[in-house]
T-cell receptor, first 114, second 117 residues
Framework: GQQLNQSPQSMFIQEGEDVSMNCTSSSIFNTWLWYKQDPGEGPVLLIA?????ELTSNGRLTAQFGITRKDSFLNISASIPSDVGIYFCAGSAFRSGTASKLTFGTGTRLQVTL | EAGVTQFPSHSVIEKGQTVTLRCDPI?????LYWYRRVMGKEIKFLLHFVKESKQDESGMPNNRFLAERTGGTYSTLKVQPAELEDSGVYFC???????????????FGEGSWLTVV
């Protein structure tokens, strides 16, 4: 089956620093999504990417859909304590708008120190 | 508008017992999904309903797992008999409709945390 390799597995950074994480796949995805999971809660969608090469921002978050369709990255600028959590990438093989299953990465656990 | 709700939030059962998890999707959402995350690994797809029909159940691990969505509203996921390796968090998710719109966001519930001892 499809697999997503997400790195790094965990990060410890200081407040105000920038963060970068990425996902790579052995196969093509037509949709890339980035989710954040806070303790005891379900994943919440941060950014959705539907076209190869697309660069999308949501506040301090920026994500890009790789040209090869096999990778994506997420950047967080000027991190704050509430950025703590687990970040998951997810890919879908189907075109945008078509309901389909997601393949998730293994997650990046982010810790922010003051 | 209420989000995706799941019940129970936590459950501890003995090996061999039965557990039934319930999911209420966002009202009007045709698509309902079950996912689970086991032992700190990635979140894995279990199955997908479109209304009351099973669209894709390729992720169901074995025949101890049974999912239903009678009437196309809420869904249940039954594990019978439960095994130790079934421990983990089971997420339900829903999305509005089947196609044609880039805004078909998938919304997740808070999860049902299952511990089998």
């Amino acid at each position: 089956g499809q697999q997503l390799n997400q790195s790094p597995q965990s990060m410890f950074i200081q407040e105000g620093e920038d963060v970068s994480m990425n996902c790579t796949s052995s196969s093509i995805f037509n949709t890339w999504l980035w989710y954040k999971q806070d303790p005891g809660e379900g994943p919440v969608l941060l950014i959705a990417l539907y076209k190869a090469g697309e660069l999308t921002s949501n506040g301090r978050l920026t994500a890009q859909f790789g040209i090869t369709r096999k990778d994506s990255f997420l950047n967080i600028s000027a991190s704050i304590p509430s950025d703590v959590g687990i970040y998951f990438c997810a890919g879908s093989a189907f075109r945008s708008g078509t309901a389909s299953k997601l393949t998730f990465g293994t997650g990046t656990r982010l810790q922010v120190t003051l | 508008e209420a989000g995706v709700t799941q019940f129970p939030s936590h459950s501890v059962i003995e090996k061999g017992q039965t557990v039934t998890l319930r999911c209420d999707p966002i009202s009007g959402h045709d698509n309902l999904y079950w996912y689970r995350r086991v032992m700190g690994k990635e979140i894995k797809f279990l199955l997908h309903f479109v209304k009351e029909s099973k669209q894709d159940e390729s992720g169901m691990p074995n025949n101890r797992f049974l999912a239903e969505r009678t009437g196309g509203t809420y869904s249940t996921l039954k594990v019978q008999p439960a095994e130790l390796e079934d421990s983990g968090v089971y997420f339900c998710a829903s999305s509005p409709f089947a196609g044609g719109n880039t805004g078909n966001t998938i919304y997740f519930g808070e999860g049902s945390w299952l511990t089998v001892v």
